[in-house]
């Protein structure tokens, strides 16, 4: 049996530090993932993730604009961002660490994020077997080349540059009809 992304049920987030004081909250509302998740052998689990940079919110449409000029993700140039597992290290029996490779703006470069298995159910709607997992990790914009920042008379400045990603991700275990029908 394969498993089938779940959409619906999970979200692609991030924070930065602003102005030195608190953290923005934001999230990407448009993403595609593709996952063969073994079950059996977590360690064979790869997964591709696109990213649809102008569906960035964070609930303030000035800074999405913002965000999605050349100062920060240059949407119109580079209306996607990706990633791409290179492996998956098992941990302990609800935890891994997932390398890959994450590319925004024609830069890829490896990332590590901290996985957590949260466990199996029975959807009582559908029936179906569904698994949910979290992954968090952090990146330097900079890295990526999204260097833009306003130094503030307190001293101190407007945007951190280390920016925690959040992903919750469900995954819906595809009937053997279902998935026979899709391989055809």
């Known amino acids: 049996m ?7 049920h999970s979200s692609v987030e991030f924070s930065v530090r602003h102005m030195m004081i608190s953290k923005v909250r934001g999230r990407f509302e448009d993403f595609e993932v593709s996952v ?3 079950e059996s052998n977590p360690a064979n689990t ?3 993730a696109t990213i649809d940079v102008a569906s960035i919110n964070t609930r303030e449409p000035q800074r999405d604009g913002h965000l999605k000029s050349p100062d920060f993700f240059d949407a119109a140039t580079y209306p996607t961002m990706t990633f791409k597992s290179s492996r998956v290290e098992k941990v302990d029996a609800n935890h891994a660490k997932l390398i890959g490779d994450l590319t925004i703006q024609n830069v890829t470069k490896p990332v590590t994020l901290d996985v957590e298995y949260v466990g199996k159910a029975k959807n009582p709607f559908t029936g179906s077997e569904t698994v949910g997992f979290t992954a968090n990790g952090k990146i330097s914009r900079k890295e990526w080349g999204m260097t833009w920042n306003q130094a ?8 951190g540059d280390e920016v925690t990603i959040h992903l919750e991700v469900e995954l819906v275990k595809e009937s053997e009809s279902v998935a026979e029908a899709a391989a055809v």
């Open 2 to 8: 394969s498993w089938k992304f779940d959409k619906a």
């Open 36 to 38: 063969d998740f073994d």
């Open 152 to 159: 503030l008379e307190t001293g101190g400045i407007m945007v």
């Open 46 to 48: 790869t997964i591709e």
